[in-house]
């Protein structure tokens, strides 16, 4: 015996938020947009032309979309028909991807995803999902206490240290003995300080700009290829020695 099944027969269902589980996102996405004062959408009004579609309906539908890795507006488009979440959400309005992108563009939309972070924060905050202290937007990764490697070996840290201290030396004398840089005051002939190497890399800073002014005022295409190939070496050197900076800094940070 099999369950009644017919694609003949019309079935009307009066609301697709039944046909959605308890946790999924289109509530949160709901939620979230629901809770920006209405005030914030006044801006989208408009006095001539036709009904437009509701900023919310349109912002809840690209966040929607944007939680299923959907980010082209015709697939968009395609999801309004085909996704029961998207058609609860735009409640069966199906906006044309040219309608979906010319919201996306529309500068008032950046007002309305400052006001999505800050709603969203605030509930996260509420929720004690979050410490209020601090937010990382930018990948930042936090190591957990329950990490086994939350220690750092003092032995590795020391033979890093002893090698950045010999490169940098060498690299250093090596800027001498090409009379690239000029010479620098030391506090110690053994290894040089974090300002020692933020100096040294000011001055190839000025070495790089030297080289591009005179790649500027050459007039033959050959000169300005050789300078070219000297400015690169220089901007190698500068990256290497703010990259022997940052290091130590991280070094004497574990230590």
């Not at 044309?96 to 400052?114: A, C, D, G, Q």
């Amino acid at each position: 015996m099999f369950k009644n099944y017919t694609t003949n027969q019309v079935v009307l269902p009066l609301d697709f938020s039944f046909q959605l589980e308890k946790n999924d996102i289109a509530f949160a996405i709901d939620q979230l947009v629901e809770s920006i004062p209405e005030e914030r959408f006044l801006s989208f009004h408009h006095q001539m032309g036709p009904a437009s579609y509701h900023p919310k309906m349109m912002m809840k539908m690209i966040l929607c979309a944007y939680t299923q890795s959907v980010f082209s507006g015709r697939k968009i488009e395609a999801l309004t028909k085909d996704s029961i979440r998207m058609m609860w959400l735009t409640q069966s309005y199906q906006p044309s991807y040219w309608t979906i992108n010319r919201f996306r563009v529309n500068p008032l939309v950046n007002v309305l995803l400052r006001e999505c972070f800050v709603q969203f924060r605030s509930q996260l905050v509420k929720e004690q999902l979050i410490d209020e202290e601090a937010i990382f937007i930018d990948g930042t990764k936090i190591e957990a206490n329950a990490n086994k490697y939350t220690f750092v070996w003092r032995k590795s840290i020391d033979n890093f240290d002893k090698k950045l201290t010999e490169k940098s030396n060498f690299l250093y004398d090596e800027l001498l003995k090409n009379q690239l840089i000029p010479e620098i005051e030391r506090e110690s002939a053994k290894e040089l300080s974090i300002t020692e190497l933020g100096k040294i890399e000011e001055n190839l800073a000025h070495v790089v700009e030297k080289f591009t002014d005179k790649i500027e005022q050459a007039e033959d295409g050959s000169t300005r290829k050789s300078i070219r190939s000297k400015r690169k070496v220089s901007k190698k050197l500068r990256k290497l020695f703010q990259d022997f900076k940052e290091r130590k800094l991280a070094y004497q940070k574990h230590r």
